[in-house]
């Protein structure tokens, strides 16, 4: 038999998501109605590793009051980061080069020492990953899956990407009209990382004339071809919705930054190369608009506030019921509770026969393929 639980801790890890205060407030109301107390850790684990860091302390007490009003604000009251995982923390030597050690003890010892009995993660894949490992070092932990770019696997999808990808779809509305009015390519990047899932989405919703996406190396004659077309048929514009993580079939996937200890590469100027390719291609203005972190920002749509409420109350429920080293998931109409081994690590990539993408084709849309 599990203990029973008298405190909990949650913690947000990783890229914001709109979405993550409505699962900290689902989580702590419904600890609040078990009798339990709930913790908020701030930072990812930074409120445990330099508490002298926060004012008010790296772990705060989350009462009813404190989660009062949050569900439809973006961010995260905890804070969040993705850097400094503790597993494989960064640690500068005296000599200034930089050595990984595994600061998970710590953690542990912080749980053991304020008689902590689980935590709730709530994170992308590299934060769900470390819930793995202290799970498996014998923490009680629940994952929550957040991120924009529903690369996750094993939960239907993600809270955070419906947002992002209403917003991306938003903004192609309005770029058709100023497109058309001056006979323009129009090139939207967006963000998702090694996945095209808000591209394929919103690029569909929007109305895009071709998306570009990391699981279709693409060839820019074929999307130039399918410009002149349009012109052609007096179609003067075009939009084109172009994955962060999208690579040329004959080229280099574009990086703002390499991957260093502690910080995943960062990507970024695939939006501009196209927007200067096809201008070249088709004698046609071409410009550029990145979405990049407006993606993460605004309230979560409804989609996402019931998710992140019901994950949310899912963890606590799942806690309670004994489940542990366990990702909460959708799988529509309900959540169920899938191992966090088979989720850590592992990438969601969009099928490319799946139904969606098909949708895509039949509709015209080029994928920069041929
Ligand atoms: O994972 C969410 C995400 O927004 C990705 O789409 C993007 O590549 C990355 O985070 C950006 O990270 P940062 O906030 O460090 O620039």
Not at 278 to 299: C, Y
Not at 302 to 313: I, Q, S, V, W, Y
Request: hydrophobic share 40%.
């Amino acid at each position: 038999m599990p203990q029973t639980i008298r405190r909990i801790a949650i913690n947000t890890g990783g890229g914001d998501a709109p979405g993550l205060n409505a699962v900290i407030r689902a989580a702590a109301i419904a600890a609040a109605n078990r009798g339990w107390e709930c913790y908020g850790i701030r930072e990812g684990f930074n409120g445990i590793l330099f508490p002298e860091r926060y004012a008010e302390g790296g772990v705060i007490r989350l009462t009813r009051d404190r989660v009062r009003g949050i569900a439809h604000l973006g961010g995260t009251i905890l804070g969040t980061t993705n850097k400094g995982n503790p597993i494989h923390y960064p640690l500068r030597m005296p000599d200034g080069s930089i050595k990984e050690v595994d600061r998970s003890g710590e953690i542990l010892d912080f749980f053991a020492k304020k008689e902590i009995d689980a935590l709730i993660s709530i994170g992308g894949d590299g934060s769900l990953t470390i819930a793995n490992a202290l799970a498996q070092k014998g923490l009680r932990v629940v994952g929550v899956p957040k991120t924009i770019d529903n690369d996750l696997d094993k939960t239907n999808t993600t809270f955070g990407f419906d947002t992002a990808v209403s917003f991306a779809t938003d903004c192609l509305d309005r770029l058709h009209s100023t497109a058309e009015s001056h006979q323009r390519i129009m090139v939207v990047e967006v963000m998702g990382r090694y996945a095209g899932w808000i591209a394929l989405h919103a690029g569909i919703s929007g109305g895009a004339h071709a998306i570009l996406i990391p699981e279709i190396p693409f060839n820019l004659d074929a999307v130039a071809a399918r410009i002149r077309e349009r012109d052609g048929q007096g179609r003067m514009y075009s939009l084109v919705v172009v994955a962060e993580g999208a690579q040329p079939a004959h080229g280099q996937r574009a990086i703002v930054a390499q991957a260093e200890v502690g910080h995943a590469e960062r990507l970024g100027g695939i939006g501009e190369r196209v927007a200067k390719a096809l201008g070249e291609l088709t004698g046609k203005d071409a410009r550029t608009v990145v979405l990049g972190h407006l993606l993460r920002g605004g309230s979560p749509t409804t989609f996402d506030r019931l998710a992140a409420l019901r994950f949310g109350a899912a963890a606590v429920r799942g806690l309670d019921e004994g489940q542990s080293g366990v990702m909460v998931a959708l799988a529509f109409p309900n959540v169920k509770y899938v191992p966090l081994e088979e989720v850590a690590g592992r990438m969601k990539s969009v099928p490319l026969d799946g139904d969606t993408l098909i949708t895509g084709r039949d509709l015209g849309i080029s994928f920069g393929e041929g």
